[in-house]
């Protein structure tokens, strides 16, 4: 199976997030992202355990991989990622990320995850101080700053939390991509990307407005300026 790559760091990079998407039209909903010049779909998976809620697992991403070229971020909110994270991969997924608070062995985990062909994201929920991630996060691709608690698109970004970003790019450098899930809007990725983040996670902000194009371009607008 052909792995896609994230984009170089040092690009900024807006990711549409299908939870606020139709999902019974999903392949079109991409698509009209996807049109706009987007190039990573990120993909969130809620088990009902790790978080209040349940969305899809391996056979959705199965489906949606036979539909886009896009890179595919699975933001794996669960709380056995060691037992599904290769279903992931063998369905389509390139870049898996998981989160520190469910994870024994967090080095090992990334190196387990690496032998199955997908680049790595590691997360951490609002509460969860940036010491948790300090000795892994250097060994991934992408580490994930959650800006909300997760389980629900629509939520307030949260300001505290989206401030881990300063401490992260200090000490990942700038070989490692910074994402930013919850509460993304164009009032919000300016400060983001002022406190390094340079990969934007966004549901409601585009999949809830009638015009996706117009909001992908407001969100980019909202990072020049920012
Ligand atoms: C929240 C998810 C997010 C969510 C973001 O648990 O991880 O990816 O879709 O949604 P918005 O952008 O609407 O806050
Ligand atoms: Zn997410």
């Not at 279903?87 to 997924?93: H, I, M, T």
């Not at 080095?107 to 951490?124: E, H, I, Q, S, W």
Request: contains cysteine; glycine residues 8%; negative net charge.
């Amino acid at each position: 199976m052909t792995q896609r790559r994230l984009p170089k760091a040092g690009t900024f990079q807006i990711a549409p997030s299908v939870l606020s998407a139709d999902f019974a039209v999903l392949a079109s909903e991409i698509a009209e992202v996807t049109d706009s010049g987007i190039e990573i779909i990120h993909l969130d998976v809620m088990d009902g355990h790790f978080v209040p809620n349940l969305t899809f697992g391996p056979p959705v991403v199965k489906w949606i991989r036979k539909h886009t070229d896009a890179v595919l971020d699975t933001h794996l909110m669960i709380t056995d990622p060691d037992k599904y994270a290769e279903r992931f991969a063998e369905a389509g997924s390139d870049h898996i990320t998981f989160h520190i608070e469910t994870v024994a062995d967090p080095k090992a985990f990334v190196k387990y995850l690496r032998d199955l062909g997908v680049t790595v994201g590691v997360t951490l929920n609002p509460d969860t101080p940036v010491e948790a991630v300090e000795a892994v996060a250097p060994l991934c691709d992408m580490v994930l700053v959650m800006t909300v608690n997760p389980g629900f698109g629509g939520q307030s970004f949260m300001d505290d939390a989206a401030q881990k970003c300063i401490r992260l790019r200090q000490i990942v450098g700038q070989a490692v991509r910074i994402e930013v899930d919850g509460g993304i809007d164009p009032t919000t990725v300016g400060t983001v990307k002022r406190y390094g983040a340079d990969t934007f996670v966004a549901g409601n902000a585009i999949f809830g407005k009638p015009d996706r194009a117009a909001a992908i371009a407001a969100l980019r607008e909202a990072i020049e300026n920012g």
